[in-house]
């Protein structure tokens, strides 16, 4: 095989569309464009958005909202879901990936919160507790410790 052999295969590559060259082409006299008007002049039409001189749609709608650099994103999950493990358990945010009750870890870690009850002993690895959440693990006889 050599370069100047390759060729793509049948079908696969549709002519170009050769406009002007004559009425019997099809596509002579005006190339396609139609009669006179902005779209059948050197360099015609209008930019994206135009809306022929009336205010844009773009410009009459308000902005709306706004996103905080500062927000913290943390990966949540409740104090009743850490009932399936066994007691004296470590459960960190590496292990609850492990084991399919989280997704993915956001970009801040994982945060604990208080719904649900919990009766077993587990130590417990977070960047973020709520205050219920470090009750009721206490309360059980683990360990709630902040990374």
Same mark, same amino acid.
């Given at each position: 095989?050599?370069?100047?052999?390759?060729?793509?295969?049948?079908?696969?590559?549709?002519?170009?569309?050769?406009?002007?060259?004559?009425?019997?082409?099809?596509?002579?006299?005006?190339?396609?464009?139609?009669?006179?008007?902005?779209?059948?002049?050197?360099? $015609?039409? @209008?930019?994206?958005?135009?809306?022929g001189g009336?205010?844009?749609?773009? !410009?009459? /709608?308000?902005?709306? %909202?706004? *996103?905080?650099?500062?927000?913290?994103?943390?990966?949540?999950?409740?104090?009743?879901?850490l009932e399936?493990?066994?007691? $004296?358990? @470590?459960?960190?945010?590496?292990?609850?990936?492990?084991?399919?009750?989280? !997704?993915? /870890?956001a970009p801040? %870690?994982? *945060?604990?919160?208080?719904?649900?009850?919990?009766?077993?002993?587990?130590?417990?690895?977070?960047?973020?507790?709520?205050?219920?959440? @470090?009750?009721?693990?206490?309360?059980?006889?683990?360990?709630?410790?902040?990374?």
């Open positions: 095989m050599k370069l100047h052999t390759i060729a793509p295969a049948e079908g696969a590559v549709t002519a170009p569309k050769r406009l002007g060259r004559g009425i019997g082409s099809g596509l002579g006299k005006t190339s396609g464009k139609g009669h006179k008007g902005q779209w059948a002049r050197s360099g $015609g039409g @209008v930019r994206p958005g135009f809306e009336q205010m844009p749609i773009t !410009r009459k /709608i308000p902005k709306r %909202g706004f *996103k905080s650099p500062f927000k913290k994103e943390f990966t949540i999950i409740n104090v009743g879901e399936d493990f066994d007691n $004296g358990t @470590v459960i960190s945010a590496e292990y609850l990936l492990e084991n399919g009750y989280v !997704r993915s /870890i801040d %870690g994982l *945060k604990i919160l208080g719904d649900g009850e919990l009766t077993k002993s587990l130590t417990v690895k977070a960047n973020k507790f709520s205050q219920s959440a @470090v009750e009721k693990i206490e309360k059980a006889g683990g360990k709630a410790e902040v990374i």
